[in-house]
């Protein structure tokens, strides 16, 4: 038969996967070039192109070149072709007309008009009739490419776009389409994994594309068997026995091909999309033959009858679907799933964000480019195997938070945890008859015990049992993935250790903190909880801040406040939430000052006073306390308190402050300022949580100082004698 020369289209970047596949169809001189492929071949050739090839958009067979240097030469050009011998004059047709860079033709409608009246008036002149137009589904379609001043015209064969099985009724969010599809399977070597009987499973399978296609090449189904419509069926030249010939054996090879389909199924979320995959499905002739069920991601899993093979999705990107954090938390959903449940099997997704690649904690292979129309994608493939795992860094401690909670869920956990737990359960014993004897009911029951497992844990007994847990902050020579199993480990023991729900067990991380910044606020749940201590009611909040509202280690100071303050005036200085004041009011005090910079934390203060009934003389001031107390020293009626409680921060570089405050360049004078509102014979307790603190005595000559730090460290905080120092300080 004739040599035709044709050239194929494929989506940008899929132009070696089209060469490979035109090879393998029997192409010869076969030529990448930009968005296409160049080839040889007879008709059959041709049309085989057009019924098997999975990546191809058209397949145009080249009927003539010319130059254009004038609308004229257009015209003329295309009347050199003899038109009878492609259309019937009383059928339709269609053109298409792109241009570049070509100085005689600037708009590609006019092009298309020019065209079409050049072939018109041929076939008029010569038959007395015309042909009509149809952009939908024309008889021929007539393709032609200005490039500069060269003219290609061609006959489209496919004549729409061969992505277009002829099986998709209906258009859902963000598709992909089936040549795209084709190409990512291709890709990651799914007809050789279909041919040893693996598995091929998408668990965001969508409107089901990726998994029609991975059906059509697993069971040798011609990907244009169901269409209805080629460009060539009404071309003059078409050999409809040969089609037909061509056809036949398209359908004996499908039918051979079906008896031996490997396991096919689809999960998705969503219950219309789910029946809309359904559907294309049984439009596709592949009715039980592909399995889909709604099922969420997180509960993917394979079924034991299913042999390993490929996992492949096209996820949401972020551009395509939900914002940003959920699209980044789905991938870090899916990776803990690939993990858990499907070591030794392959998988592949198409992602626009490699950032989100990297959500899913697997070393991919080389990753390859490829577009989702005009989307530029990353394909990325994995072998699921443990050596490829790694931990992912959180974008945020809450990403990490939640990320850890999760993995605590799962029973896939740290082996060694059970010592964890194993010490937990000791100290509890332990404390048990010291907690009982002096009514403790909020307290420290693990601190960093094990080197392994650096986490505080914190008892809160009100209606419920409340755990709060903060993991230090690990040294950047501490492998993340093992410190994340080891944490995730540990809050999977709390529970069973405590007898108590997981989401009554709160996890934070507690950094060391800088000098250029502060704790600042984690959440908005605004979820608060009742406790009891010393006879004192508080709120405590165990998930918008970093300390809940109570600072445990000076329960001491606080008791010790409450047994002096029977009609004393009280000052609590730098006062948080306001709990000492709380302890000095229950416990007498006829009067009080709380001084504190925020206005969340003195709001807090004024709900911890009405929830103890404290009303009257008992004032709450907002002031940076540096400042208040020196307008105060310097005033001419300087207020005068009989018990006064000073427990600066360890440094503020507050917006709301005028000068930076560090504890230990600055104590000095606070310490002074404090003491000149004293009365003889009172009595100013100083706390400071900084470990490196030194008490300047030298400074402060003519003042009684007496360490009472050891005193002040409660039993569930002996093993950590600095966690703070404190000083009773007279005049």
């Known amino acids: 038969m004739k040599s035709l020369q044709l050239y194929a289209t494929a989506p940008k970047a899929l132009e070696g996967i089209l060469a490979n596949e035109l090879r393998g169809l029997g192409a010869a001189e076969v030529n990448e070039k930009m968005a296409g492929v160049s080839f040889q071949g007879d008709l059959a050739l041709a049309y085989r192109v057009c019924l098997w090839s999975r990546v191809a958009n058209r397949v145009f067979l080249a009927l003539d070149s010319f130059p254009v240097r004038s609308q004229q030469d257009l015209y003329t050009g295309v009347q050199r072709t003899d038109w009878s011998r492609h259309l019937s004059a009383d059928a339709s047709l269609a053109v298409s007309f792109?241009?570049?860079?070509?100085?005689?033709?600037?708009?590609?409608?006019?092009?298309?008009?020019?065209?079409?009246?050049?072939?018109?008036?041929?076939?008029?002149?010569?038959?007395?009739?015309?042909?009509?137009?149809?952009?939908?589904?024309?008889?021929?379609?007539?393709?032609?490419?200005?490039?500069?001043?060269?003219?290609?015209?061609?006959?489209?064969?496919?004549?729409?776009?061969?992505?277009?099985?002829?099986?998709?009724?209906?258009?859902?969010?963000?598709?992909?389409?089936?040549?795209?599809?084709?190409?990512?399977?291709?890709?990651?070597?799914?007809?050789?994994?279909?041919a040893q009987g693996g598995t091929l499973l998408d668990p965001m399978c969508g409107s089901g594309t990726l998994l029609m296609e991975g059906a059509l090449m697993a069971a040798d189904i011609a990907p244009g068997l169901r269409r209805d419509y080629f460009g060539f069926l009404g071309w003059q030249q078409h050999d409809a026995v040969l089609w037909q010939t061509l056809l036949e054996e398209a359908e004996q090879r499908r039918a051979a091909g079906l008896a031996k389909l490997p396991v096919i199924a689809g999960f998705d979320q969503d219950r219309r999309t789910v029946a809309t995959a359904l559907q294309h499905i049984e439009n596709a002739g592949l009715a039980g033959k592909i399995h889909v069920e709604k099922r969420d991601?997180?509960?993917?899993?394979?079924?034991?009858?299913?042999?390993?093979?490929?996992?492949?999705?096209?996820?949401?990107?972020?551009?395509?679907?939900?914002?940003?954090?959920?699209?980044?938390?789905?991938?870090?959903?899916?990776?803990?799933?690939?993990?858990?449940?499907?070591?030794?099997?392959?998988?592949?997704?198409?992602?626009?964000?490699?950032?989100?690649?990297?959500?899913?904690g697997l070393r991919s292979q080389r990753p390859v480019t490829l577009f989702n129309a005009a989307l530029e994608c990353k394909l990325l493939r994995f072998n699921i195997e443990e050596k490829a795992f790694f931990e992912p860094k959180a974008k945020s401690q809450q990403e990490r938070i939640e990320s850890i909670n999760r993995r605590a869920q799962t029973e896939q956990q740290d082996p060694q945890a059970e010592m964890f737990g194993n010490r937990l359960r000791k100290n509890l014993k332990k404390l048990s008859k010291w907690l009982a004897q002096n009514d403790v009911r909020c307290y420290r029951a693990y601190d960093a015990d094990l080197p392994e497992y650096a986490v505080a844990v914190d008892v809160y007994r009100g209606e419920k049992i409340w755990v709060s847990v903060q993991e230090y902050e690990s040294p950047k020579s501490i492998d993340p993935a093992k410190a994340n199993l080891r944490l995730a480990g540990a809050m999977a023991e709390i529970p069973k250790v405590m007898q108590v729900p997981a989401d009554q067990v709160f996890l934070k991380v507690r950094r060391k903190q800088k000098a250029s910044d502060q704790y600042e606020k984690l959440g908005e749940r605004g979820c608060y909880h009742v406790v009891e201590e010393g006879g004192c009611k508080f709120w405590v909040n165990f998930e918008d801040y970093l300390d809940t509202g109570l600072f445990l280690d000076h329960r001491p100071i606080r008791l010790l406040i409450q047994q002096q303050a029977a009609g004393k005036r009280f000052l609590n200085l730098f006062a948080y939430t306001g709990s000492a004041t709380v302890h000095a009011a229950v416990g007498g005090a006829v009067s009080s000052v709380t001084v504190d910079m925020s206005n969340t934390y003195l709001d807090w203060a004024g709900r911890n006073f009405e929830l103890n009934g404290i009303r009257g003389g008992h004032k709450l001031v907002r002031a940076d306390c540096v400042q208040w107390l020196a307008e105060q020293v310097a005033a001419r009626n300087k207020p005068q308190f009989d018990l006064i409680f000073l427990d600066p921060p360890t440094f503020s570089n507050s917006k709301k402050m005028e000068t930076v405050f560090d504890v230990q360049r600055d104590h000095v004078q606070l310490i002074r300022n404090a003491l000149a509102l004293l009365v003889p014979g009172g009595v100013l307790y100083f706390s400071t949580n900084f470990r490196r603190f030194k008490m300047d005595e030298q400074a402060l000559t003519g003042v009684t100082l007496q360490d009472i730090s050891a005193a002040t460290i409660p039993e569930d905080f002996a093993r950590d004698p600095k966690i703070h120092y404190c000083w009773r300080i007279s005049r």
Not at 332 to 348: N, T
């Open 98 to 194: 792109n241009a570049k860079n070509s100085p005689a033709i600037k708009h590609t409608h006019f092009g298309a008009q020019k065209v079409k009246d050049a072939i018109v008036d041929q076939l008029r002149t010569k038959f007395g009739l015309r042909p009509s137009v149809d952009t939908e589904r024309p008889a021929i379609r007539v393709n032609i490419y200005l490039h500069n001043d060269i003219a290609q015209l061609s006959l489209d064969l496919s004549g729409d776009s061969l992505h277009k099985r002829g099986f998709r009724d209906v258009a859902i969010t963000a598709p992909i389409k089936e040549n795209l599809a084709a190409a990512i399977l291709l890709r990651t070597g799914w007809p050789q994994i279909a």
């Open 297 to 360: 991601i997180a509960d993917a899993a394979s079924a034991e009858s299913w042999p390993p093979g490929l996992i492949v999705c096209n996820p949401p990107y972020g551009e395509r679907l939900g914002d940003e954090a959920e699209t980044a938390a789905l991938y870090r959903r899916f990776g803990e799933v690939l993990k858990q449940r499907f070591v030794g099997w392959r998988a592949a997704m198409i992602i626009s964000n490699p950032e989100l690649g990297f959500r899913l």
